[in-house]
Protein backbone atom coordinates (compact mmCIF):
# COMPACT_ATOMS: atom_id res chain seq x y z
CA UNK A 1 0.00 0.00 0.00
CA UNK A 2 1.62 3.32 -1.13
CA UNK A 3 2.03 5.50 1.25
CA UNK A 4 1.16 8.61 -0.62
CA UNK A 5 -2.22 6.91 -1.29
CA UNK A 6 -3.22 6.68 2.34
CA UNK A 7 -6.63 7.70 3.03
CA UNK A 8 -6.64 10.66 6.15
CA UNK A 9 -9.88 8.44 7.66
CA UNK A 10 -9.00 7.33 11.10
CA UNK A 11 -6.00 8.95 11.22
CA UNK A 12 -7.51 11.77 14.38
CA UNK A 13 -8.03 8.38 16.42
CA UNK A 14 -4.85 7.33 15.52
CA UNK A 15 -3.05 10.49 16.21
CA UNK A 16 -4.80 9.77 19.78
CA UNK A 17 -2.14 7.16 20.13
CA UNK A 18 0.65 9.03 19.25
CA UNK A 19 3.13 9.48 22.01
CA UNK A 20 5.68 12.22 22.37
CA UNK A 21 9.05 11.09 23.12
CA UNK A 22 11.04 13.47 24.65
CA UNK A 23 15.19 13.61 24.30
CA UNK A 24 16.93 16.43 26.32
CA UNK A 25 20.98 17.07 25.58
CA UNK A 26 23.10 19.51 26.26
CA UNK A 27 23.44 22.21 28.18
CA UNK A 28 20.26 23.34 30.37
CA UNK A 29 20.47 26.95 28.78
CA UNK A 30 20.88 26.10 25.24
CA UNK A 31 18.41 26.63 22.69
CA UNK A 32 16.64 23.61 21.96
CA UNK A 33 16.79 22.02 18.36
CA UNK A 34 13.37 20.64 17.58
CA UNK A 35 13.38 17.28 15.85
CA UNK A 36 10.27 15.30 14.55
CA UNK A 37 11.67 11.67 13.78
CA UNK A 38 10.49 8.39 12.70
CA UNK A 39 9.50 6.10 15.77
CA UNK A 40 12.11 3.34 14.75
CA UNK A 41 14.67 5.64 15.36
CA UNK A 42 13.73 6.04 19.07
CA UNK A 43 16.72 4.20 20.44
CA UNK A 44 19.22 5.74 18.14
CA UNK A 45 18.19 9.51 18.89
CA UNK A 46 17.27 8.80 23.29
CA UNK A 47 20.85 6.64 23.85
CA UNK A 48 23.42 7.99 20.29
CA UNK A 49 22.13 10.56 18.65
CA UNK A 50 21.19 12.97 20.76
CA UNK A 51 23.76 12.78 23.45
CA UNK A 52 26.26 12.78 20.77
CA UNK A 53 25.08 16.15 19.29
CA UNK A 54 24.68 17.84 22.69
CA UNK A 55 27.61 17.12 23.83
CA UNK A 56 29.29 18.22 20.40
CA UNK A 57 27.04 21.04 20.21
CA UNK A 58 26.34 22.08 23.34
CA UNK A 59 22.82 22.15 22.30
CA UNK A 60 20.03 19.89 23.34
CA UNK A 61 17.39 18.12 20.86
CA UNK A 62 13.60 18.15 21.49
CA UNK A 63 12.23 15.50 20.30
CA UNK A 64 9.04 13.63 18.95
CA UNK A 65 8.62 10.38 17.82
CA UNK A 66 5.76 8.43 15.92
CA UNK A 67 4.95 7.33 12.62
CA UNK A 68 6.97 8.96 9.86
CA UNK A 69 3.28 9.79 8.29
CA UNK A 70 1.14 10.54 11.37
CA UNK A 71 3.95 13.16 12.35
CA UNK A 72 3.23 14.66 8.72
CA UNK A 73 -0.19 15.21 9.69
CA UNK A 74 0.38 17.11 13.19
CA UNK A 75 2.60 19.34 10.83
CA UNK A 76 0.28 19.80 8.18
CA UNK A 77 -2.29 20.60 10.73
CA UNK A 78 -0.54 23.39 12.91
CA UNK A 79 -0.09 20.54 15.85
CA UNK A 80 3.47 20.49 15.80
CA UNK A 81 6.06 22.70 14.99
CA UNK A 82 9.87 21.70 14.47
CA UNK A 83 13.04 22.37 12.83
CA UNK A 84 13.98 18.82 11.51
CA UNK A 85 11.98 16.38 10.39
CA UNK A 86 13.51 12.56 10.06
CA UNK A 87 11.31 10.26 8.15
CA UNK A 88 11.48 6.49 7.23
CA UNK A 89 10.10 6.76 3.80
CA UNK A 90 10.73 9.44 0.70
CA UNK A 91 7.02 9.68 -0.05
CA UNK A 92 6.26 11.32 3.13
CA UNK A 93 8.88 14.60 2.08
CA UNK A 94 7.18 14.28 -1.00
CA UNK A 95 4.09 14.19 0.00
CA UNK A 96 4.64 16.98 2.33
CA UNK A 97 6.52 19.38 -0.40
CA UNK A 98 2.80 19.29 -2.28
CA UNK A 99 0.64 22.85 -1.91
CA UNK A 100 -2.55 20.93 -1.02
CA UNK A 101 -0.29 19.79 2.03
CA UNK A 102 0.99 23.14 3.15
CA UNK A 103 4.21 23.17 0.98
CA UNK A 104 6.03 21.97 4.18
CA UNK A 105 9.03 20.82 2.58
CA UNK A 106 11.18 21.76 -0.37
CA UNK A 107 14.10 19.26 -0.25
CA UNK A 108 15.30 16.37 1.25
CA UNK A 109 18.28 14.01 1.11
CA UNK A 110 18.71 10.26 2.05
CA UNK A 111 20.89 9.52 4.65
CA UNK A 112 20.30 5.72 5.82
CA UNK A 113 18.60 2.68 5.05
CA UNK A 114 17.31 -0.86 6.73
CA UNK A 115 15.54 -3.94 5.61
CA UNK A 116 12.73 -4.82 7.20
CA UNK A 117 12.61 -8.37 10.00
CA UNK A 118 11.06 -10.30 11.72
CA UNK A 119 12.12 -9.92 15.62
CA UNK A 120 10.91 -12.05 18.19
CA UNK A 121 11.56 -12.70 21.97
CA UNK A 122 14.27 -14.43 23.37
CA UNK A 123 13.10 -17.08 24.53
CA UNK A 124 13.68 -21.08 24.39
CA UNK A 125 10.10 -21.52 22.48
CA UNK A 126 10.62 -18.55 20.23
CA UNK A 127 14.00 -19.60 19.31
CA UNK A 128 13.08 -23.51 18.76
CA UNK A 129 10.27 -21.52 16.19
CA UNK A 130 12.00 -19.58 14.19
CA UNK A 131 15.00 -21.73 14.16
CA UNK A 132 13.49 -24.93 13.04
CA UNK A 133 11.31 -23.45 9.77
CA UNK A 134 11.66 -20.44 7.98
CA UNK A 135 9.96 -17.01 8.99
CA UNK A 136 6.58 -17.45 7.45
CA UNK A 137 5.61 -20.56 8.13
CA UNK A 138 6.91 -19.66 12.07
CA UNK A 139 4.49 -16.33 11.57
CA UNK A 140 1.36 -19.34 10.79
CA UNK A 141 2.00 -20.86 14.35
CA UNK A 142 -1.35 -21.04 16.19
CA UNK A 143 -2.03 -18.27 18.98
CA UNK A 144 1.32 -16.57 17.74
CA UNK A 145 1.24 -12.84 19.40
CA UNK A 146 2.35 -10.96 16.15
CA UNK A 147 2.33 -6.80 15.99
CA UNK A 148 2.85 -4.42 13.17
CA UNK A 149 2.02 -0.87 12.80
CA UNK A 150 -0.60 0.96 10.99
CA UNK A 151 -0.02 1.30 7.35
CA UNK A 152 -2.43 4.40 7.44
CA UNK A 153 -0.01 6.31 9.73
CA UNK A 154 3.73 4.66 9.67
CA UNK A 155 5.64 3.50 6.56
CA UNK A 156 6.85 0.52 8.43
CA UNK A 157 3.15 -0.99 8.65
CA UNK A 158 2.88 0.04 4.79
CA UNK A 159 6.48 -1.79 4.17
CA UNK A 160 4.81 -5.01 6.22
CA UNK A 161 1.81 -5.03 4.75
CA UNK A 162 4.01 -5.41 1.37
CA UNK A 163 6.18 -7.89 2.27
CA UNK A 164 3.58 -10.18 3.25
CA UNK A 165 1.72 -10.30 -0.24
CA UNK A 166 5.13 -10.72 -1.58
CA UNK A 167 5.69 -13.19 0.30
CA UNK A 168 2.00 -15.04 0.62
CA UNK A 169 2.44 -14.89 -3.42
CA UNK A 170 6.07 -16.42 -3.22
CA UNK A 171 5.67 -19.61 -1.07
CA UNK A 172 2.44 -19.68 -1.96
CA UNK A 173 0.99 -19.32 1.54
CA UNK A 174 -2.31 -17.91 1.88
CA UNK A 175 -2.13 -18.01 5.88
CA UNK A 176 -0.01 -14.75 5.73
CA UNK A 177 -2.83 -13.38 3.45
CA UNK A 178 -5.13 -14.35 6.39
CA UNK A 179 -2.73 -13.13 8.97
CA UNK A 180 -3.20 -9.39 7.49
CA UNK A 181 -7.09 -10.08 7.35
CA UNK A 182 -6.81 -10.93 11.00
CA UNK A 183 -4.92 -7.55 11.45
CA UNK A 184 -7.54 -5.04 9.80
CA UNK A 185 -9.75 -5.64 13.35
CA UNK A 186 -6.53 -3.22 14.72
CA UNK A 187 -5.86 -6.65 16.74
CA UNK A 188 -1.77 -6.45 15.00
CA UNK A 189 -1.52 -2.93 15.18
CA UNK A 190 -0.28 -0.72 17.13
CA UNK A 191 1.50 2.90 17.27
CA UNK A 192 5.43 2.50 16.11
CA UNK A 193 6.80 4.14 19.02
CA UNK A 194 5.36 1.31 21.55
CA UNK A 195 5.73 -1.60 19.28
CA UNK A 196 9.06 -2.74 20.52
CA UNK A 197 8.45 -2.03 24.15
CA UNK A 198 5.33 -4.92 23.63
CA UNK A 199 7.47 -6.76 22.74
CA UNK A 200 10.36 -6.53 25.03
CA UNK A 201 7.56 -6.62 27.72
CA UNK A 202 5.81 -9.88 26.50
CA UNK A 203 2.35 -8.84 25.37
CA UNK A 204 4.15 -10.02 21.95
CA UNK A 205 5.48 -13.03 20.53
CA UNK A 206 6.95 -11.49 17.35
CA UNK A 207 6.56 -8.09 15.15
CA UNK A 208 7.63 -6.47 12.12
CA UNK A 209 10.65 -3.94 12.71
CA UNK A 210 13.35 -2.23 11.06
CA UNK A 211 17.50 -4.17 11.76
CA UNK A 212 18.27 -1.18 13.61
CA UNK A 213 15.70 -1.84 16.01
CA UNK A 214 16.27 -5.51 16.57
CA UNK A 215 19.88 -4.94 17.23
CA UNK A 216 20.08 -1.60 19.37
CA UNK A 217 17.14 -3.83 21.48
CA UNK A 218 19.41 -7.42 21.54
CA UNK A 219 16.64 -9.11 20.07
CA UNK A 220 16.93 -11.85 17.90
CA UNK A 221 15.51 -11.82 14.19
CA UNK A 222 15.16 -13.13 10.78
CA UNK A 223 15.47 -11.16 7.77
CA UNK A 224 13.38 -12.14 4.27
CA UNK A 225 14.38 -12.67 1.47
CA UNK A 226 15.89 -9.29 -0.05
CA UNK A 227 14.02 -9.76 -3.21
CA UNK A 228 10.70 -9.66 -0.78
CA UNK A 229 11.99 -6.99 1.51
CA UNK A 230 10.91 -3.22 0.22
CA UNK A 231 13.17 -2.09 3.60
CA UNK A 232 13.26 1.25 4.64
CA UNK A 233 14.87 4.84 3.48
CA UNK A 234 15.52 7.36 5.89
CA UNK A 235 15.63 10.91 4.94
CA UNK A 236 16.34 14.52 6.77
CA UNK A 237 14.66 17.80 5.93
CA UNK A 238 14.97 20.88 7.64
CA UNK A 239 11.15 22.28 7.83
CA UNK A 240 9.32 25.24 6.13
CA UNK A 241 9.28 28.18 8.91
CA UNK A 242 11.93 26.22 11.83
CA UNK A 243 11.97 28.05 14.57
CA UNK A 244 15.43 27.80 14.89
CA UNK A 245 16.81 27.61 11.50
CA UNK A 246 20.72 27.54 13.01
CA UNK A 247 19.60 25.15 15.01
CA UNK A 248 18.25 22.91 12.57
CA UNK A 249 21.49 23.56 10.47
CA UNK A 250 23.83 22.29 12.63
CA UNK A 251 21.41 19.24 13.55
CA UNK A 252 21.85 18.08 10.10
CA UNK A 253 25.31 19.04 9.65
CA UNK A 254 26.00 16.68 12.40
CA UNK A 255 23.32 13.97 11.73
CA UNK A 256 25.69 13.93 7.73
CA UNK A 257 29.22 13.69 9.69
CA UNK A 258 31.36 10.73 10.33
CA UNK A 259 30.29 10.47 14.08
CA UNK A 260 26.92 9.93 13.68
CA UNK A 261 28.03 7.78 11.00
CA UNK A 262 29.51 5.69 13.18
CA UNK A 263 26.90 5.95 15.43
CA UNK A 264 23.85 4.89 13.26
CA UNK A 265 26.50 1.67 11.50
CA UNK A 266 26.11 0.30 15.24
CA UNK A 267 23.01 0.77 15.60
CA UNK A 268 21.87 -1.29 12.72
CA UNK A 269 21.71 1.19 9.85
CA UNK A 270 23.34 0.98 6.90
CA UNK A 271 24.47 4.91 6.08
CA UNK A 272 24.35 5.80 2.93
CA UNK A 273 25.80 8.83 0.81
CA UNK A 274 23.48 11.71 0.76
CA UNK A 275 21.58 12.15 -1.76
CA UNK A 276 19.17 15.42 -2.55
CA UNK A 277 15.76 15.87 -3.78
CA UNK A 278 13.39 18.27 -4.48
CA UNK A 279 14.50 21.93 -4.45
CA UNK A 280 18.35 22.57 -4.49
CA UNK A 281 18.20 26.32 -3.92
CA UNK A 282 16.01 26.23 -0.80
CA UNK A 283 18.60 24.07 0.57
CA UNK A 284 20.35 26.40 3.64
CA UNK A 285 23.93 27.65 2.70
CA UNK A 286 25.63 25.93 5.54
CA UNK A 287 24.26 22.36 4.15
CA UNK A 288 24.82 23.32 0.25
CA UNK A 289 28.82 21.40 0.23
CA UNK A 290 27.05 18.12 2.22
CA UNK A 291 24.20 17.53 -0.20
CA UNK A 292 25.55 16.98 -3.13
CA UNK A 293 22.92 15.24 -5.52
CA UNK A 294 20.12 15.55 -8.19
CA UNK A 295 18.12 18.31 -6.71
CA UNK A 296 16.30 20.69 -9.35
Not at 43 to 54: I, T, Y
Not at 107 to 135: D, H, I, K, N
Not at 146 to 159: E, F, H, I, N, S
Request: charged share 15%.
Amino acid sequence: MPVTAVRRAGLVGGLLLLTGVLTACGGPGAQPVRVLYAGSLVHLMERGLGPAFGSQSGRRVLGYAGGSLALAYQVEGHLRRADVFLSADPSVDQQMALAAHGSWVSWYATFAQAPLVVAYRPTARMEALFGSQPWYLALQEPGLRVGRTDPQLDPKGALTVTLLERAAMRYHAPALDALLSTGRDGAQIFPEETLLGRLESGQLDAGFFYRSEAVQAHLPYVTPATSLDPGAVFTVTVLRGAPDPTGAVAFVRFLLGSRAAAIMNAGGLDVVRPVLAGDARAVPPGLRALLPGRGS
